[in-house]
């Protein structure tokens, strides 16, 4: 098996979860996959299976896109409903002060990772420290109706030294109010991008305490929610002997990437690594096919030289 399998993930699993149940299914331990979602999010989650698996550090297109539901009145530890309530506070301001704050939000940004990720800080994640923090300040984040919760979790956030990251939100639409005090929005941001964060600072710049209640991933990439398929469709896909008609061909990858089709003698000079001299192209990157139209790989032309990038033939089949 090679190529990408969008899958759309359910709400409960990591995504290591995912790709732990996927090598049974697949029958490989080459799996990889392309931006990290958590286990109360779902949708699109982009699976590199077996030789696709050399793509994921090679995408053009790293960006995201969210539909997320902000709640005001509640603060927690998590930064979402899945964690220990920190604060509750009376909700004051709806959707006119939101409409209000949202611009401000859109465009170069600096974020401070939640305690509760995978970011490291001395190589350590911030969940790691978050737990020792929080056990060395006394055994864990206070309950709800305790007067010094939030200052104990401030202490704790404190104490694990984050560093603020740039990130890029490029648009903000709001969706509407599924419930009283709630309020859904779509998100198109770079990688990296925190949604629990941005919807906690959205609600601090309107006077509130927020916290996330929903969150779906709607874009990964080049890849959206058209393209993934549940769990329960790709193990009866499985059943059927069919699971390899679900698997997107590896070069959609490289989507973005001018198409390069090159003769047998070029074909061999990048199967041997040998760079092409006087070749006739402008410079760049390259998706490159060879006359039958099978995807050989990345290349790049610099100065009329075309020299190989990453193949993804079978070494076999060469």
Same mark, same amino acid.
């Given at each position: 098996?090679?190529?990408?399998?969008?899958?759309?993930?359910?709400?409960?699993?990591? $995504?290591?979860?995912?790709?732990?149940?996927?090598?049974?299914?697949?029958?490989?331990?080459?799996?990889?996959?392309?931006?990290?979602?958590?286990?109360?999010?779902?949708?699109? *989650?982009?699976?590199?299976?077996?030789?696709?698996?050399?793509?994921?550090?090679?995408?053009?297109?790293?960006?995201?896109? !969210?539909?997320?539901?902000?709640?005001?009145?509640?603060?927690?530890?998590? /930064?979402?409903?899945?964690?220990? #309530?920190?604060?509750?506070?009376?909700?004051?301001?709806?959707?006119?002060?939101?409409?209000?704050?949202?611009?401000?939000?859109?465009?170069?940004?600096?974020?401070?990772?939640?305690?509760?990720?995978?970011?490291?800080?001395?190589? #350590?994640?911030? !969940?790691?420290?978050?737990?020792?923090?929080?056990?060395?300040?006394?055994?864990?984040?206070?309950?709800?109706?305790?007067?010094?919760?939030?200052?104990?979790?401030?202490?704790?956030?404190?104490?694990?030294?984050?560093?603020?990251?740039?990130?890029?939100?490029? $648009?903000?639409? !709001?969706?509407?109010?599924?419930?009283?005090?709630?309020?859904?929005?779509?998100?198109?941001? $770079?990688?990296?991008?925190?949604?629990?964060?941005?919807?906690?600072?959205?609600?601090?710049?309107?006077?509130?305490? /927020?916290?996330?209640?929903?969150?779906?991933?709607?874009?990964?990439?080049?890849? /959206?929610?058209?393209?993934?398929?549940?769990?329960?469709?790709?193990?009866?896909?499985?059943?059927?002997?069919?699971?390899?008609?679900?698997?997107?061909?590896?070069?959609?990858?490289?989507?973005?990437?001018?198409?390069?089709?090159?003769?047998?003698?070029?074909?061999?000079?990048?199967?041997?690594?040998?760079?092409?001299?006087?070749?006739?192209?402008?410079?760049?990157? !390259?998706?490159?096919?060879? *006359?039958?139209?099978?995807?050989?790989?990345?290349?790049?032309?610099?100065?009329? #030289?075309?020299?190989?990038?990453?193949?993804?033939?079978?070494?076999?089949?060469?």
């Amino acid at each position: 098996m090679q190529g990408i399998l969008i899958v759309d993930k359910p709400a409960g699993w990591t $995504s290591f979860d995912v790709i732990a149940k996927l090598r049974g299914v697949l029958g490989t331990r080459k799996l990889g996959h392309s931006g990290t979602l958590d286990p109360m999010a779902t949708g699109v *989650l982009p699976v590199f299976c077996g030789g696709a698996s050399k793509a994921v550090d090679l995408q053009e297109n790293h960006d995201k896109t !969210y539909r997320a539901v902000l709640r005001l009145g509640t603060r927690t530890d998590t /930064g979402d409903v899945t964690g220990t #309530v920190l604060e509750t506070a009376p909700v004051t301001a709806g959707e006119t002060e939101l409409l209000a704050v949202l611009p401000r939000f859109v465009g170069p940004q600096t974020q401070l990772p939640p305690l509760y990720s995978a970011v490291k800080v001395n190589g #350590v994640p911030l !969940y790691k420290l978050a737990r020792q923090n929080s056990a060395r300040l006394g055994g864990g984040a206070a309950p709800a109706d305790a007067p010094d919760a939030a200052a104990r979790w401030a202490a704790a956030e404190q104490a694990a030294a984050r560093k603020p990251r740039p990130v890029t939100i490029y $648009s903000i639409d !709001y969706e509407g109010s599924p419930a009283p005090g709630e309020y859904a929005l779509r998100v198109a941001c $770079s990688k990296g991008t925190y949604i629990r964060t941005l919807l906690e600072d959205i609600a601090a710049a309107m006077g509130q305490k /927020g916290t996330m209640s929903a969150l779906r991933r709607v874009q990964a990439g080049v890849y /959206g929610e058209q393209d993934a398929h549940p769990l329960e469709e790709i193990l009866a896909a499985k059943a059927a002997g069919t699971l390899e008609t679900l698997l997107l061909p590896v070069d959609t990858v490289f989507a973005a990437l001018p198409r390069l089709t090159v003769n047998d003698g070029v074909k061999r000079h990048l199967y041997n690594g040998c760079p092409t001299s006087n070749f006739r192209a402008a410079d760049g990157r !390259y998706r490159v096919y060879d *006359l039958t139209g099978s995807f050989l790989g990345l290349a790049a032309v610099e100065q009329g #030289v075309l020299q190989v990038e990453k193949l993804f033939v079978d070494r076999d089949a060469r």
